[in-house]
């Protein structure tokens, strides 16, 4: 999808408070205390499972060079 430039801003500027607001994330199901539970039984009832990969002990160095390839 490609959107002109305008019509981008437009959107992203959709997300941004006006003054005086503030976002509330302690209500709802991505509430930080029941947050691991909600959504993991959303991920249940869509199907959609994440794939736990284990790297084991790596380094720095080690994690940078598989991830971006320079040493």
């Keep these: ?5 305008m019509e981008f801003i437009r959107r992203f500027l959709l997300h941004v408070l006006p003054k005086r607001f503030m976002k509330i994330r302690y209500y709802g199901f991505l509430a930080n205390v029941c947050k691991k539970k ?34």
């Design 38 to 71: 909600a959504v993991l039984l959303i991920r249940r009832l869509i199907g959609k499972y994440l794939e736990v990969v284990s790297f084991g002990k790596e380094t720095t160095r080690e994690k940078v060079l598989r991830l971006t390839g320079m040493d």
């Design 1 to 5: 999808m490609v959107l002109p430039a």
